[in-house]
C-alpha cells in the first residue's frame, strides 16, 4: 500500500520522512494511518490545528511546602558508628 507520511518514522526497519511517499505492507500501513502519522498516498492530509485552537495558558499548581521534623540518631552512639567487640 502507499502512504504518505505526516511525521518522522524510524525503526530497526528503516527512516520513513514526512511528505515522503512509501510503498509497504498493508498491515504496517494500516498501522500508521490508524494512528494519524500517516494518509493514504493521493488523499490530502488533514489540515493541522489552528492557532486560534491551540491553548495558549499553561495551568500549573504548588504543593505545600514539606512539615520540617527532627531526626534522632539512635543506637549508634556520639561517633555514628556501631562498636563491635
Not at 505492507?25 to 488523499?43: C, D, R, S
Not at 486560534?52 to 561517633?79: C, I, N
Amino acid at each position: 500500500m502507499k502512504i504518505t507520511m505526516r511525521t518522522l518514522s524510524a525503526g530497526p526497519s528503516g527512516i520513513l520522512e514526512p511528505g515522503k511517499i512509501y510503498e509497504i505492507e498493508n498491515k504496517f500501513a494500516q498501522a500508521l494511518i490508524g494512528g494519524g502519522f500517516a494518509v493514504p498516498a493521493g488523499k490530502p492530509a488533514p489540515a493541522a490545528a489552528p492557532a486560534s485552537e491551540v491553548p495558549t495558558e499553561v495551568e500549573t499548581t504548588m504543593a505545600a511546602p514539606a512539615a520540617e521534623k527532627a531526626v534522632s540518631r539512635r543506637g549508634k552512639g556520639a561517633t555514628g558508628r556501631s562498636r563491635r567487640g
